[in-house]
Nanobody, 124 residues
Framework: QVHVMESGGGSVQAGGSLTLSCEASGSIFNIVAMAWHRQAPGKERELVASTNRGGGTNYADSVKGRFTISRVNAMNTVYLQMNSLKPEDTGVYYC??????????????????WGQGSQVTVSS
């Protein structure tokens, strides 16, 4: 089984900063990508930032220059540093981990596992 645990989040005034962290654990052979998504009230879940095992990153236009995603491969951990927060950044942030487990028979199985979600609230 794979477990994805998030921490961080909270409430902050506009212009402030927060850091989210996400750690994947369990029967993991390797992780190919980790990403942060968010869902604002009444809106669909959207990609915020992602990173792959090679270190490549991708950001939503709305957070470029303000958010930074970083990953520690050896620890299966990803961070999201959020600076210059705006009220429109408010929402529940979810960590998505994509990787492979290896069965007893030696086969590789892909997984896409979501964290439990972390509330981020930015007040004006």
């Amino acid at each position: 089984q794979v477990h994805v645990m998030e921490s961080g989040g909270g409430s902050v005034q506009a212009g402030g900063s927060l850091t989210l962290s996400c750690e994947a654990s369990g029967s993991i052979f390797n992780i190919v990508a980790m990403a942060w998504h968010r869902q604002a009230p009444g809106k669909e879940r959207e990609l915020v930032a992602s990173t792959n095992r090679g270190g490549g990153t991708n950001y939503a236009d709305s957070v470029k220059g303000r958010f930074t995603i970083s990953r520690v491969n050896a620890m299966n951990t990803v961070y999201l540093q959020m600076n210059s927060l705006k009220p429109e950044d408010t929402g529940v942030y979810y960590c998505l981990t994509t990787g492979y487990t290896r069965t007893d028979a030696g086969a590789f199985e892909r997984f896409d596992h979501w964290g439990q979600g972390s509330q981020v609230t930015v007040s004006s």
